[in-house]
């Protein structure tokens, strides 16, 4: 079967920092870009960024970030482990939410800086999604 599941998630005061994991199963997340994306309470689910399928030809930087999270927020892979981390460093309150990790479809590339990355239509496999909560 084809799975993600985010883990990590959990209560941390502002200004701390928290890991989340994407593991896959079932097949190479190295082949597919992945995004994360979140869903707070009341709120519509956004992109938070993105990260692309290695690639040493690749023109643009490979990864992309929203408004919101750059500066605070990292995505890297440890192939080893078909994992996928998002790092989260400066964390606010307002990035309490639901957090999901998901894969793109095949021969779909849009982790790039002139991509469309954070459309939903991209993506084809979900995971569950994990609770960040960000209070004191």
């Known amino acids: 079967q084809v799975q993600l599941v985010e883990s990590g998630g959990g209560l941390v005061q502002p200004g701390g920092s928290l890991r989340l994991s994407c593991l896959a199963s079932g097949f190479d997340l190295d082949n597919f870009a992945v995004g994360w994306f979140r869903r707070a309470p009341g709120k519509q689910r956004e992109g938070v960024g993105c990260?692309?399928?290695?690639?040493?030809?690749?023109?643009?930087?490979?990864?992309q970030f929203s408004d919101s999270v750059k500066g605070r927020f990292t995505i890297s892979r440890d192939s080893g482990k078909n994992t996928v981390y998002l790092q989260m460093n400066s964390l606010k309150p307002e990035d309490t939410a639901v957090y999901y990790c998901a894969k793109v479809g095949t021969g779909i590339a849009p982790c790039y800086s002139l991509g469309s990355w954070y459309d939903f239509g991209w993506y084809d496999t979900w995971g569950q999604g994990t609770q960040v909560t960000v209070s004191s």
């Open positions: 990260i692309n399928a290695p690639d040493p030809s690749s023109p643009e930087t490979n990864t």
